[in-house]
Structures are given as structure tokens and as C-alpha cells.
Nanobody
Framework: QVQLVESGGGLVQAGGSLRLSCAAS????????MAWFRQAPGKEREFVAS????????YYTDSVKGRSTISRDNAKNTVYLQMNSLKPEDTATYYC??????????????????WGQGTQVTVSS
């Protein structure tokens, strides 16, 4: 089992920045690729970004590419999502997830093995 706890969400004005964190405990963190997803009210959960086990390779969905950076610190068992130039359409609950698949690529929800509870991000216009 891997337990994931997100933090860092909040209310921010459009154009602002937030840094989300996801702290992992349980099994060896560095065995997993990590991903961020988000879910807006009334919409399906969608992939945002992923990072491979080493932290060297990353992958982003087009809507956040160039504005967001995913990173990880395996010594601290933590993955981060730095989000800049935030837009109202970024408003959602953000979830981190761990996958045995280990690579940085687009993931769907079924490919992720563990999930956090989510942290709310609200971007005002």
C-alpha cells in the first residue's frame, strides 16, 4: 500500500502561482511513476502531468504545458506540481496518483494504483 496526501491548494487570482505537494508513505516511493490529475465539477478526472521513477522524464497534457512543472524528491517521498500563470479553467480538485508502470507518459485513471484525497485549487478571474 502507498498512502498519498496532497497539500498546497487554495484560492489564487488568475495569473498567479501555486505549488502542490504530495507526500507518500508506505512502500518504496521510488518504485512508482507519479502523476497529477484534476477534476472540475461535473467533469471527468483528467490527466495533468507525470514523472518517471527517477525524476528525469516528465510528460504534460497540452493545456498545462509551459505553465506547470512536475518534480519529485525521492529522499523526501514527495512529488510536486508547480503551476504558474493560472487560469480560471484550471479550477479543480487536484489529485496525485502512483503507478507501477513507472514511466512518464499520459495516464488514464485505470493505470494508477494509488490515489490521494485531493486538494482544491480555485482560480478567480
Amino acid at each position: 500500500q502507498v498512502q498519498l496526501v496532497e497539500s498546497g491548494g487554495g484560492l489564487v487570482q488568475a495569473g498567479g502561482s501555486l505549488r502542490l505537494s504530495c507526500a507518500a508513505s508506505g512502500r518504496t516511493f521510488s518504485n512508482y511513476a507519479m502523476a497529477w490529475f484534476r477534476q472540475a465539477p461535473g467533469k471527468e478526472r483528467e490527466f495533468v502531468a507525470s514523472i518517471d521513477r527517477s525524476g528525469y522524464y516528465t510528460y504534460y497534457t497540452d493545456s498545462v504545458k509551459g505553465r506547470s512543472t512536475i518534480s519529485r524528491d525521492n529522499a523526501k517521498n514527495t512529488v510536486y506540481l508547480q503551476m504558474n500563470s493560472l487560469k480560471p479553467e484550471d479550477t479543480a480538485t487536484y489529485y496525485c496518483a502512483a503507478s507501477f508502470r513507472a514511466t512518464a507518459r499520459m495516464y488514464n485513471t485505470a493505470e494508477c494504483d494509488y490515489w490521494g484525497q485531493g486538494t482544491q485549487v480555485t482560480v478567480s478571474s
